[in-house]
């Protein structure tokens, strides 16, 4: 048997994950072809894909093991392609030609101009968990059989096709019966094996010694050029075609030897992945741009703010404040037309008033008035121009939140809607409508004008019921309120509207503990661990639920993993102790409420716990100190009268 071929054997005895550490190219790839067919011939569901960026764009090593899987999926589990109708949408462009999604969001359909909101920065990991769990329900109904996925190229895939392979690995590889090889350069097999620390399955490695093959055969410009060219003229029409073949057409353009042509295929792809959320893998096309955008200020504006708007963008939803500053730093103020001077104006009164971890709010609301003047100069149409007030003017109300001027906030709002109604047509500006109402519901939230928020949330949701974000908000207010229904039907339907996110399964499994239904409230919190293990409001909602069902096993458990999670926890240390008590475990639990007396020691309740466990322990002086304790501590309290009995019987023995 060759060293292959033993590799191989190694991998599909049992779930497991291999980093395969080999020079990258034919060779390689043409190894890992020879495995998924071996694998197939021994009845495995195989999948080879190159995850390199470069090649074939963000999606790499998602986009092909999607579109080889469809023919499949509408064969053996359709409704599948339904139900993740969204993630799919995102993945495969092609797929737009033949479905539409259920659910979409102005954000979505927004016009360019009107698009007031990007999406939040964990949308694309949202997509990657929505597309783990499509993949594991198709598992169920699909033939028996392992599953084998060899990723080409996986130190060369963007962050959320890594996050998705590796999330894939942890959630799923077990239950599965999943086998995944990650094919990496000689040196990348290191860092890789420290994020696989807490693989659930075996993790193996191999460095296999492959020669590098021959070059590819070198393209001359002017038949570069000729691919190029015909390449545009392909996609010029087609907005999937341009999506699918932007990686072809940035190398071809490379090879041309064409700067300006390359230039603004580059831009394009930047847009196209900035507008999509991928931040950071967008960072990959948008920073080679930086050096060169300074000499369109005059000559090509719309450009110019194309490629620092998305930089700005990318770097805010990236909480990378210093690249802000760096970035405006480097901006020609004087160069750019007033409108543009408005907008960059409006980044930097974000910057200091929401990214910064101190915000500056006079140094914000400066700019904000700034980039009003601005407006006021620039050459812009009667609605553009209302409409661009009223935007700065949600800034403002921004700021003045946060300087605790609430009800100033809410007037900015208010009036800026008034204004939109009474300026724009109908039909212009309905994502920054919708913007303004929540804008309006978080404030009022805050200042716990209940009802009046649920009204501005309700009407949000009429204009955008899309939007899963609007429906977990409203949903948290009608559970403060008391109105566990209502709460549940609209927890019920953002997670309906989206890809899974923990928050709406945390928040949905409080509401449904608060109405006793503890099973239910356990299957939440449950899947919001599943997603995120670290979620401690999922850990404790679900260590109390176990507590309430008796489950005192389960319960410790997740006690232990939020105080591993965050250590300085008193009232969790108590709780945690109060289990130790009840199955006798006495330095345990002594042990916990020290340390919750240490971290909380004016909390009365915990000195008259730790009483119970050191008379228990025979060590009554200790016991008698700390019920003296609580009655000083408390001295209206309920208890008192029976706290005082328990302590005559500690001195009297």
């Known amino acids: ?91 495969l462009p092609t797929l737009r030609r033949e479905m539409k999604a259920r659910y979409t969001t102005l954000t979505e359909g927004a016009l360019s101009h009107e698009r007031v909101r990007n999406y939040p920065a964990d949308r694309v990991f949202r997509i990657s968990q929505g597309l783990i769990n499509l993949m594991a329900a198709w598992r169920q109904r699909a033939p028996r059989g392992p599953w084998v996925i060899l990723c080409d190229a996986f130190d060369r895939g963007g962050t959320l096709v890594q996050h998705f392979y590796l999330e894939f690995l942890r959630r799923r590889a077990q239950p599965l019966d999943l086998r995944m090889v990650l094919a990496v350069a000689p040196g990348q097999a290191e860092p890789l094996l420290k994020r696989l620390s807490r693989s659930p399955v075996a993790v193996h490695t191999s460095r296999l010694e492959l020669p590098p093959g021959p070059p590819p055969s070198p393209v001359s410009p002017e038949e570069a050029l000729r691919h190029a060219e015909a390449l545009e003229a392909q996609v010029k029409d087609d907005a999937v075609e341009q999506e699918m073949r932007l990686p072809e057409l940035l190398r071809a353009w490379q090879a041309a030897g064409l700067e300006d042509r390359l230039f603004k295929t580059r831009v394009t792809a930047f847009r196209l992945a900035n507008h999509y959320g991928l931040y950071e ?64 104006y409006y980044t930097l009164a974000m910057l200091y008033g929401r990214f910064q971890a101190k915000p500056d709010l006079a140094r914000a609301e400066h700019y904000l008035y700034l980039g009003l003047e601005e407006i006021e100069k620039a050459s812009l149409s009667d609605e553009n121009r209302a409409f661009t007030r009223v935007f700065n003017r949600n800034g403002l109300a921004f ?71 609007y429906f977990n908000e409203r949903g948290c207010l009608l559970m403060r309120n008391g109105r566990g229904e209502e709460a549940l039907a609209d927890f019920h339907q953002a997670i309906e509207l989206s890809p899974p996110y923990a928050e709406v399964h945390i928040n949905r499994g409080q509401c449904l503990r608060a109405m006793g239904r503890m099973e239910e409230a356990v299957a939440d919190f449950s899947t919001a661990l599943d997603l995120e293990p670290s979620r401690l409001l999922a850990l404790l909602g679900r260590a109390q639920s176990h507590e309430e069902l008796g489950r005192t096993e389960e319960a410790l458990a997740d006690y232990s993993a939020a105080l591993a999670l965050q250590p300085a926890q008193p009232l969790v240390l108590a709780n945690r102790a109060s289990l130790h008590y009840a199955r006798q475990q006495l330095p345990e639990a002594l042990a916990d409420l020290n340390a919750a007396i240490a971290l909380a020691p004016t909390m009365a309740d915990f000195y008259t716990n730790r009483a119970l466990v050191l008379a228990e322990l025979k060590r009554r002086e200790e016991a008698a100190r700390d019920l003296h304790t609580y009655l000083g501590m408390a001295p209206a309290a309920e208890d008192r009268a029976s706290v005082q009995q328990r302590l005559d019987a500690l001195l009297a023995a």
Not at 35 to 58: F, I, K, N
Request: with cysteine; net charge negative; proline share 5%.
């Open 399 to 469: 700021i003045r939140n946060r300087q605790g001027r609430s009800e100033e906030a809410i007037e900015l709002c208010r009036t800026g809607l008034e204004q939109l109604e009474a300026r724009l047509k109908p039909d212009q500006h309905h994502l920054h409508r919708s913007v303004l109402l929540y804008n309006i519901a978080q404030v009022l939230a805050g200042l716990g004008s209940d009802e009046r928020a649920i009204e501005h949330y309700s009407a949000a949701i009429q204009m955008d019921p899309g939007y899963s974000e």
């Open 1 to 91: 048997m060759t060293p292959s071929s033993e590799i191989l054997s190694t991998l599909l005895a049992s779930p497991s994950v291999l980093v395969l550490e080999a020079e990258p190219g034919a060779q390689r790839q043409a190894l890992l072809k020879q495995w998924r067919e071996e694998a197939q011939r021994q009845g495995a569901r195989a999948w080879d894909v190159s995850c390199d960026m470069d090649l074939h764009g963000p999606w790499a090593g998602l986009r092909e093991l999607f579109a080889t899987s469809v023919p499949a999926l509408r064969e053996e589990a359709p409704e599948l392609l339904t139900r993740h109708d969204y993630e799919l949408l995102a993945v």
């Open 281 to 344: 893998d967008a960072l990959r096309y948008g920073e080679p741009l930086r050096d060169q955008v300074q000499r369109l200020a005059r000559s090509d504006p719309d450009t110019y703010w194309t490629v620092l708007g998305n930089l700005f963008n990318s770097y805010s939803a990236l909480r990378a404040t210093d690249r802000i500053l760096d970035l405006a730093s480097q901006v020609d103020v004087e160069a750019t037309a007033p409108h543009l001077r408005a907008k960059l």
